[in-house]
């Protein structure tokens, strides 16, 4: 259950670079329990929201993040 503690969607798409509504998106495709970009959001689906951009990020490094000479 969300407490006042907990960032709400807005916030955490912030951080992560994204615009709010992509993640309220991106969350309701996944069947996240989100209403809108001022959804609290739980530190369990906190995880599994970072999780996906970490997962990403890192594709992105091995993927030709590397220079040419």
Not at 22 to 44: F, I, M, S, W
């Amino acid at each position: 259950m969300p407490t006042s503690k907990d960032p709400k969607l807005y916030e955490l798409a912030d951080q992560l670079g994204i615009k709010p509504k992509q993640l309220v998106v991106k969350c309701r495709e996944a069947g996240l329990p989100v209403q809108n970009r001022l959804t609290r959001v739980p530190p369990d689906i906190e995880r599994i929201i970072r999780g996906w951009f970490d997962a990403s990020n890192e594709t992105d490094s091995q993927t030709g993040s590397i220079d040419q000479p």
